[in-house]
Each structure stands twice: as C-alpha cells, then as structure tokens.
C-alpha cells in the first residue's frame, strides 16, 4: 500500500469521537479500503443507530439516534459507497431479520407502501449508492416527495388520505445512508428542497482519501466474525433493556452553553437535533448508562466541524443559471477575500454553464456593489465586499468560547478547520427479508 497526501480543503473530522464498537469496525476497513475513516464511520452510526432507535433515547424530544447521513467526496477516489456497502453487509449479518434494509429510492409513495401499518417497531435504513436519485424523485410534481421524508425525521407516523386509497404508516423509525460527489450535492436541489428545511436533516461529512490501496482484500474473518458478535450482544442488550437516559450535571452545563452560544445562521439548524441524537448513540458505544461530559466534549466538537461542513458544502439553488452563478462566486468568494479572474473560474467551475455565464453573474455582482474590481496587469482581481460595508448588517457567525474543558477524551477542542459474548438477539421487531432484489421501492 502506498500513500499519497490529498490537498483538501474540507474541515479536517475530529476522529475521537469514534467509539468503542464503531472504532473497532472503522480499524478493520480502515486497513483495506481506501475509504476516509470517517466515511466508515458514519455508515456505521447509521445502521447502529438506526438498529436500536426504538429502544433507546435521552429525557428529551428528538433524540432516538435517527440518522439521515450523506458522505460527500470530491471524486470517485475517495470510494463513498465501498464504506456504506462494509456497514450495510455487517448489518446485514447483525440483524437479518430485526432491521429493514431497503437500497434504492423509487418514490415517496413506494416508500411509504414499503412501511405501511405495523403494530411493532419497525426499524428501517434506506441505502442509496447516490443522492441525485432521491433529490430527482421527490422534486417530482404531485409527488409526496420531501414532505414524507421530512416528517418521519422528527415522527414515526405518517398519514396522507387521498379521494382513493392513500398512505397510512405506523411504527416507522426511518434512517438511510447516502453518497455523493460535491459537484453533484452542491447543484441537485431545487427550492422545494431548500424551503422546507430539508438541508438541515442531513448530517453531512465530507473528505479525501490520502491513502491508495491497489487490492481491497477482504476483511480478516476472525475478527469480522468477533466485530459481528459484539455489535449483536450490544443491540441485544438494547433492545432488552430499553432505557431513557439523563444527562450528567457537567455534562448538561457544557451543553447548555454551547446551545447558548449557537449562531443563526442556516447552517446552525437542527444541530442541536443532531447533538441529543449523537449523545444517545455514543453513549451505548461507550458503554455508559448516562450521557457524560466527556461524551457531549465529543459531541459538540464534532458538531462544530458538522457547521464547518455545511458551510463548504452549501447547496447552490436558483431559478436560472446566471442566478446559479452568483450564488457559486458568493460561495467560494467570501467577504473581504480577493481572487484574480482565473482563481474565481476555476473555483467556480464555470465551464459547466459557459463563459457568458460567468460573465453575466460577475457583471451583476460588481453592478450591485457586491465585488469590487481592479485590474491586474491584462486581467482584474475581484473583491468580494464585506457586508457590514454594504447596508451595515452583521453577520451570523458564533464564536464559541470557554465551553470545553479538559476531560478524559478529549484534552482540548479541536476547531472546525484545524488541520462481548454472543447473544442471540431477543428482538420483538417485525420481520422482514432483506434479500437485495427485494429491497428496491419501486
């Protein structure tokens, strides 16, 4: 194996929150797949969360670890779904029957015909080896689209009575795993997505490979068969013991000020969703019966680098492509930076709408007072105005001091930018085959 060092300009993942058995599962993929840890990661917290989100949560609302979780990478080389697919097989082998694995996204209405009525927790991932495919189907006209998904974010019930028939669902605790290029995240939405809060349901993590793997072996089968057991001992036990957890005193004071310093921008929404969620999940990886301070430690660094992701990978959604444009600029010409035309091209890609594209946009920008421009030699250089020297309004950015103490994981914080035995498991879920052909909504 040999490694080469990737230039990236992606919040750098703060590895220590991965835990106990998710660390174990990440250690062995890690070695033999080209995959970022942190990619292995979050494929596994969705199919661990998912597993036992109907039988543990903390005193509060929203915080069954339910996880709509996207893995964005710059090109094909930093193998998206080779990482999904390693969870997606184990869970395969951990719960065969307890735990619903549907790859593939025909429809909302498919979807929800899938779930319909059950009387029993009804634990469910949807997998998807590409994004685009759900952003596609639920812009569709007349279709339930965003609306379902939305809703079985936050509930397990979802009702659409029509003149005939219907869609009636009960019992569902919705999660899935998705990839996608940042090219193709960045410009697959339209304002559908964008004005239902959507964006903000996801939990985003975006990275490079630096590592080059010639032969994915497979994994050693000890100790994939070791990592299988455990993970089924852990849900078993989940499941029959389900537990309601509190928070412990420190660890409720480091949360609370760090919700009190949250900002306002976009890009802060439903983190604090997000947070309660993690804290449940980490906490039966860590093995405590408690959520404590050094777990929300781990929680809210890695949540500081979840709105340092959002903000590299903001969506850009407009009604025409010169508006398209102009969002592209404001998103890679920040406030008070300055870039020489051929930087800003190529930032902007503008090969993918054309130059008298790009021509416009930065016309209008410039007009409106947006850029500023002076010129270089044969070219310009652009300015992106700061915007408290336009109308004097302020900006949204938090600032998060004092809120981290040293603990036993974690000694300091790290900024967004910085570079058991087998058992069998006793489940009172309903059945379902999950045999690939099976799995695709139509």
């Known amino acids: 194996m040999t490694k080469q060092t990737t230039e990236t300009s992606f919040p750098v993942f703060p590895n220590a929150i991965i835990q106990g058995a998710a660390r174990k599962f990440v250690d062995l993929y890690s ?22 989100s109907p039988y543990i949560r903390l005193d509060c609302a929203s915080s069954e670890p339910r996880i709509y979780g996207v893995v964005i ?15 997606k097989d184990l869970f395969q082998r951990v719960l065969p029957e307890g735990q619903q ?28 080896d590409e994004l685009n495919i759900l952003a596609s189907k639920t812009e569709i006209s007349g279709s339930a689209g965003i609306a379902a998904l939305n809703k079985l974010f936050e509930d397990h019930v979802y009702e659409a009575p029509l003149a005939q028939g219907g869609y009636w669902v009960t019992n569902a605790y919705l999660s899935w795993i998705a990839a996608s290029t ?6 697959m939405w339209n304002n559908k997505h964008a004005n239902t809060g ?3 349901r996801l939990l985003l993590v975006a990275g490079d490979t630096d590592k080059r793997i010639a032969r994915p072996l497979d994994p050693d089968p000890e100790k994939l068969n070791r990592l299988i057991e455990e993970v089924k001992a852990l849900v078993a036990t989940v499941i029959r013991t389900p537990q309601v957890m509190g928070m412990d005193r420190e660890a409720e004071e480091i949360w609370a000020r760090f919700y009190e310093n949250f900002g306002d921008g976009e890009e802060w929404s439903r983190i604090d969703t997000y947070g309660l969620r993690l804290m449940a999940v980490q906490a039966v990886l860590r093995g405590e019966g408690s959520v404590t301070k050094a777990n929300v430690q781990q929680v809210i660094d890695f949540l500081q680098y979840e709105v340092a992701v959002r903000k590299a990978v903001s969506p850009i959604i407009a009604e025409n492509p010169v508006a398209q444009m102009e969002q592209s600029i404001r998103l890679f010409l920040p406030e008070g930076a300055t870039m020489t035309r051929r930087e800003l091209q190529r930032k902007t890609n503008y090969t993918r709408h054309g130059i008298e594209i790009f021509n416009r946009a930065l016309s209008n920008m410039v007009g409106n007072k947006e850029i500023d421009s002076q010129p270089v030699g044969k070219s310009f250089s652009y300015t992106r105005v700061r915007f408290a020297e336009v109308d004097g309004g302020n900006g949204s950015e938090a600032v998060i001091g004092g809120v981290f103490d040293s603990g036993e994981d974690t000694h300091r914080p790290r900024k967004p930018n910085e570079n058991a035995a087998s058992v069998q498991i006793d489940s009172q ?12 909504i139509m």
């Open 101 to 128: 694995i549907i790859e593939g996204f025909g429809s909302a209405e498919g979807m929800l015909t899938k779930f319909g009525k059950n009387n029993l927790p009804c634990p469910t991932t949807i997998h998807l």
């Open 429 to 440: 879920c309903h059945q379902f085959s999950t045999q690939p052909d099976a799995g695709m």
């Open 198 to 200: 959507f964006f903000s």
């Open 73 to 87: 990478g710059k090109s094909g080389r930093t193998r998206k779904s080779a990482g999904n697919n390693a969870s």
């Open 31 to 52: 070695e033999i797949r080209e995959t970022p840890e942190s990619f292995l990661w979050l494929s596994f917290l969705v199919y661990f969360g998912n597993a036992i």
């Open 182 to 187: 940042l090219d193709d995240f960045r410009h």
